[in-house]
């Protein structure tokens, strides 16, 4: 079932709006289902697109497919929001809107930051987890035996534990995509890091949503495992309460030294722009007829008018706040150009260090490598030669 009844009708005094407007606003439904609102247009359908294309569905030329198969990674699922309020805390989801980090390590996207602000972000949690629970009663097994049960279940095989003293499992099952790689299914792509549980998880639906998750979440992923009430109660216990070692400080790897041999934009667009920039930021009539939200604008932010798909495209600039055309190769402060700054941000939102005045990109996706970004900021100091 859908939101839609609920946040319909749902508003918080004072909120600047109603919940289904910013779900709307924001396009959440671009990536995640159970937001209430209509299924979205095929050129805002980032997840549902995506996997059209992996499933061989999507009316194309074979080559075509077989080329977007070879680049695409990324948002190829995304988890459903209509079960949310059954098994998350209302605290936390507010945190994470504001906040975003990576909750499902198997899964290459995360959450992108977008413009919330902390009374926006409380309205969507208010909406998607009505009747928190946050007091409710915590299982009250014996970590022993769930810490057995956890490994004769192999739970590891989908779920990782960060911090938890448990034997690692292979992940087997994958499933081939369309140019002969391989990926995650969907179970396992979305399981979330059992070490988010205590600070994420309603303590008082854990065990009925390990015993019987589809009767908690009716589109869960997650398949029920058959065990008694008191097991169930055993593992609960244990994903609350076993030790975690404190998780090491994430730190991005270091900058390497820009290249002395020549770069040419053709390189720069093969390695980069095409495969990881392009397809949110594009000319409209290359995209056809939808520039990505970093073009046209979306995910609530206004068009910037990027436009990374061909070499006039890049040396066109962008809006500023103001709606003047600004080069993507201006000095910030620190005399760092402005795309350089952007693709080094995503780094440092990856290690925990988020800057409140820049977004980090690609958006929601992984930081470039060093050595992609090593590309183009060679390429920049280099003139920015054709």
């Known amino acids: 079932m859908g939101l839609a009844p609920l946040l319909l009708a749902f508003s918080v005094a004072g909120a600047p709006e109603p919940a289904t407007m910013l ?53 190829r699922q995304a988890p459903s929001l209509a079960g949310v309020g059954a098994r998350i805390r209302r605290d936390w989801v507010r945190a994470f809107l504001v906040a975003p980090s ?22 969507l949690a208010r909406a998607l987890v009505p009747d928190d629970d946050h007091d409710g009663v915590s299982p009250a097994g014996d970590v022993a035996r769930g810490a057995r049960l956890y490994a004769r279940l192999r739970c590891g095989t989908c779920h990782a534990f960060t911090g938890a003293d ?6 087997p099952g994958l499933v081939a995509r369309g140019d002969g790689e391989r990926a995650p299914p969907d179970p396992i792509a979305l399981a979330p890091d059992l070490a988010l549980a205590r600070a994420r998880l309603r303590p008082a639906r854990i065990a009925a949503f390990i015993r019987e998750p589809q009767v908690v979440t009716q589109d869960a992923l997650m398949p029920a495992t058959p065990m008694s009430a008191a097991e169930a109660e055993d593992l609960a216990t244990f994903v609350l309460r076993a030790p975690l070692r404190p998780a090491p400080p994430p730190r991005p790897s270091g900058l390497l030294p820009l290249l002395t041999r020549p770069v040419r934009f053709r ?29 046209t604008g979306g995910f609530g932010f206004p068009s910037r008018g990027v436009d990374l798909s061909s070499y006039e495209g890049v040396a066109s600039g962008a809006f500023d706040e103001k709606g003047r055309r600004r080069s993507v190769f201006a000095p910030r402060a620190d005399g760092t150009p402005a795309l350089v700054a952007s693709l080094r941000a995503r780094r440092d939102e990856e ?36």
Not at 166 to 171: G, L, T
Not at 370 to 383: M, R, T
Request: hydrophobic share 35%.
């Open 267 to 295: 390189e720069v667009q093969a390695r980069v722009f095409d495969r990881t920039c392009r397809h949110c930021h594009a000319s409209p009539d290359f995209a056809l007829g939808d520039g990505g939200p970093g073009n």
């Open 23 to 75: 779900l709307a606003r924001h396009q959440c439904r671009r990536c995640h289902e159970g937001t209430g609102l209509p299924a979205p247009p095929l050129a805002e359908a980032c997840v549902g697109c995506h996997r059209r294309i992996t499933g061989g569905t999507f009316e194309a030329r074979r080559e075509l497919l077989v080329r977007w198969n070879r680049n695409l990674v990324s948002l």
């Open 102 to 123: 990576d909750a499902r390590p198997a899964l290459a996207a995360t959450m992108p930051r977008l413009g919330l602000t902390p009374n926006e972000a409380d309205t």
């Open 351 to 386: 290690a925990g260090r988020a800057d409140p005045a820049l977004r980090g990109m690609p958006l929601g996706l992984p930081a470039l490598s060093p050595e992609d970004l090593q590309l183009v900021e060679s390429w920049i100091a280099q003139g920015r030669p054709r």
């Open 166 to 171: 448990v034997e690692a499992v292979a992940r």
